[in-house]
């Protein structure tokens, strides 16, 4: 069972460690949506802490518990916090993967941080150039994953082409998407639009054996164009934090409207609302690429968005997602002849 366990980074994100606590414990509970068993959820940070928090709220001794010293702050330089603090919660889950401890990774702490110690403690898998984050969506009722959104800034086309097979992978084997459609985000539809690195990476995503559907521009995100959306970290970065940031303002002004002209409106279609546009319904990102599941979380995740993460490294790791991501790039490079 050991192996099959999720390391949850209890010191990460900027509600530590009580939103990581109360989202592990909303994740197992009876009563709840997800009723995971406890045995398959590792509490990586300060022992003392996580038992005393446990303790109040009737739970001691439901997880397991690794204990680490130290944490990394949100506005810490990761390189010189991975140096400084290498008993951090971040390394302890790394650890814990390593050794067999745990078999997948939950953090919402320092991105930086939680990215470099993946790829540098566990490496990348067989045939991966870079990894790349991957987020999931469901703007228009069906889910949507845009790869890359923030491990790479400056990517070379051939990772982009990754990206693709990655999150096509993903999305046919956790989503259940038979066959997903693969754009390309860009300024126009025409193949001749973007920079250079867009007008290099559409010829090999063109001749990839994909689904490829072209370039798609970013209001083709909220059209349900394609299943996977291929860009480079610093795009993908920018494009995430923005559709957050507006729908919740769109989302408050709605309501203060319909409040000043006293409009009656039902809280259940408000909640449909919100599982279309917040961060909390889909968990994290998943890290596409390192010898491990790696879900990383927004920094301001509450415990409903700490239990959907969990399940979402859950349901990574059991479909064995890694294991066809090699299997998908081996099959990928003897097609173009690179084996």
């Given at each position: 069972m050991s192996a099959q366990r999720i390391a949850l980074d209890v010191m990460g994100g900027d509600h530590a460690p009580e939103a990581l606590l109360t989202g592990a414990l909303q994740a197992i509970a009876p009563e709840g949506k997800w009723k995971l068993?406890?045995?398959?959820?590792?509490?990586?940070?300060?022992?003392?802490?996580?038992?005393?928090?446990?303790?109040?709220?009737?739970?001691?001794?439901?997880?397991?518990?690794?204990?680490?010293?130290?944490?990394?702050g949100m506005a810490e330089s990761p390189a010189t916090a991975l140096r400084a603090k290498p008993d951090s919660s971040i390394a302890g889950c790394i650890g814990a993967v390593k050794t067999g401890a745990a078999g997948a990774i939950?953090?919402?702490?320092?991105?930086?941080?939680?990215?470099?110690?993946?790829?540098?403690?566990l490496g990348t898998l067989e045939g991966v150039k870079r990894p790349?984050?991957?987020?999931?969506?469901?703007?228009?009722?069906?889910?949507?994953?845009?790869?890359?959104?923030?491990?790479?800034?400056?990517?070379?086309?051939?990772?982009?082409?990754?990206?693709?097979?990655?999150?096509?992978?993903?999305?046919?084997?956790?989503?259940?998407?038979?066959?997903?459609?693969?754009?390309?985000?860009?300024?126009?539809?025409?193949?001749?639009?973007?920079?250079?690195?867009?007008?290099e990476t559409y010829p090999l995503l063109k001749s990839s054996g994909l689904h490829f559907v072209g370039n798609v521009e970013s209001s083709g995100l909220f059209k349900g164009l394609a299943d996977v959306i291929v860009t480079d970290g610093f795009t993908g970065n920018v494009v995430l934090k923005l559709m957050e940031e507006f729908s919740g303002f769109i989302l408050k002004l709605v309501l203060s409207e319909l409040?000043?002209?006293?409009?009656?409106?039902?809280?259940?279609?408000?909640?449909?609302?919100?599982?279309?546009?917040?961060?909390?319904?889909?968990?994290?990102?998943?890290?596409?690429?390192?010898?491990?599941?790696?879900?990383?979380?927004?920094?301001?995740?509450?415990?409903?968005?700490?239990?959907?993460?969990?399940?979402?490294?859950?349901?990574?790791?059991?479909?064995?997602?890694?294991?066809?991501?090699?299997?998908?790039?081996?099959?990928?490079?003897?097609?173009?002849?690179e084996a």
């Open positions: 068993a406890a045995e398959r959820i590792l509490l990586v940070g300060d022992k003392a802490l996580i038992e005393a928090f446990l303790q109040e709220r009737g739970s001691a001794g439901r997880f397991a518990v690794q204990h680490a010293s130290q944490s990394i939950v953090s919402m702490g320092n991105t930086g941080a939680v990215v470099g110690a993946a790829t540098l403690g790349g984050i991957a987020v999931t969506l469901n703007l228009t009722g069906t889910p949507m994953t845009i790869i890359d959104m923030g491990a790479h800034l400056s990517p070379k086309p051939q990772h982009l082409l990754q990206f693709g097979w990655m999150g096509s992978i993903y999305a046919r084997d956790c989503l259940g998407i038979p066959k997903p459609r693969v754009g390309l985000l860009n300024i126009g539809e025409e193949e001749s639009k973007g920079t250079d690195l867009l007008k409040k000043s002209h006293a409009v009656q409106w039902a809280p259940e279609a408000l909640g449909k609302i919100k599982k279309h546009i917040d961060y909390s319904e889909y968990g994290g990102a998943l890290l596409l690429g390192v010898n491990g599941v790696v879900v990383k979380g927004h920094g301001r995740s509450d415990a409903n968005a700490v239990s959907n993460a969990l399940v979402q490294a859950l349901r990574a790791m059991d479909s064995e997602v890694n294991k066809h991501i090699v299997q998908g790039l081996a099959e990928a490079d003897a097609v173009r002849g």
